[in-house]
């Protein structure tokens, strides 16, 4: 069981592993346990014995040690659903297949679950999407650009306050040629931006933004800080340009507005990481949608033990 199940099959669709619940379960536990499976309760990994008989659930081993029994699930964003396990695969595909996403309702009718289940997985998924890494963004002879947008209704904000006032603000950093990051953030003053830009890009980076004068005291941290006069009608000016990051933010709007349409506030910074995660594991950086699902897979098993350890 191999990667070959999804790629050598002309329809991603036809792939065993999006088809068959055996199939599905080979496919993750290949990915979850490459070295084996490893019981969830005790770490032991030495006797353990998979569960057959034409009674027996998919994917159940039985551990010798600790005599408890488990799944592939366990421990994952998959262990409290009922829902089969090649359907969350088709969920996960179609999700990181999509550039402008693809919504409950799609999904619903797609994969035949309930609108309230098709709901809960894409957004099981798009936390298992949410892979905000602790490195910092940029270099040495790296561009980052920080940009802002403003999205949908701010909740509780009369509309026709003026400005973006009844807005949501989105502070987006992109790496050129590299990763992208959004978070939702009170508003447009030094405090709001500051402590992001400051907690994920590199200081030897030069950073790319606009005018806003937030900017122009923590540029100086910067090993170099260019800015384009928007106001002013300037775009681009050599190497200074948030061009990359305007490329995002269209994705993110055709999406949010075509596909998703409607996002409550506080499910906004899951939307931003699903916009993210797929953008930073995007084609040109020689990522397919395989890749990208299988790297949305290990989200899903978050931080759980994944490789057998010898201090037992
Ligand atoms: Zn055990």
């Known amino acids: ?123 099981r998924i798009r936390e298992a999407m949410c892979t905000v890494g602790v490195e910092p963004m940029g ?19 009369p509309k026709g306050k003026g400005g973006y006032a009844h807005k949501n603000t989105v502070l987006t950093l992109v790496e050129r040629g590299g990763s992208a990051r959004s978070f939702h953030v009170e508003g447009v003053r030094i405090a709001d931006l500051a402590p992001v830009v400051r907690a994920n890009v590199s200081r030897d980076s030069a950073l790319m933004t606009d005018e806003g004068t937030w900017y122009a005291a923590l540029g100086t941290e910067f090993a170099r800080h260019e800015t384009v006069h928007h106001a002013a009608k300037e775009y681009v000016r050599g190497e200074a340009h ?39 594991n995007r084609a040109k950086l020689g990522v397919d949608d395989v890749s990208r699902t299988e790297r949305a897979l290990k989200g899903i098993v978050g931080k759980r033990l994944t490789y057998r350890t010898t201090h037992h």
């Open 139 to 157: 270099g040495a002879g790296e561009v980052v650009e920080a940009d802002e947008t403003f999205f949908g209704r701010l909740e509780g904000q």
């Open 242 to 280: 948030t061009n990359t990051a305007e490329g995002y933010f269209s994705v993110f709007k055709r999406g949010m507005i075509g596909v998703y349409q409607y996002c409550k506030e506080k499910h906004l910074h899951r939307y931003l990481a699903e916009f993210d995660f797929r953008y930073s």
């Open 1 to 123: 069981m191999g990667y070959g199940d999804f790629a050598m099959s002309n329809s991603v669709f036809g792939a065993k592993a999006l088809q068959t619940e055996a199939a599905a379960y080979a496919w993750v536990e290949a990915r979850i346990w490459p070295e084996g499976p490893i019981c969830p309760h005790c770490g032991g990994f030495e006797r353990i014995s998979k569960m057959r008989g034409k009674s027996t659930r998919h994917g159940v081993y039985k551990c010798y040690q600790c005599r408890k029994q488990f799944t592939v699930k366990v421990g994952t964003a998959f262990e409290d659903s009922h829902v089969p396990m090649h359907l969350w695969l088709q969920a996960m595909f179609l999700l990181c297949s999509s550039k402008k996403g693809i919504s409950s309702n799609q999904l619903h009718r797609t994969l035949g679950v309930t609108l309230k289940t098709a709901w809960f997985m894409s957004h």
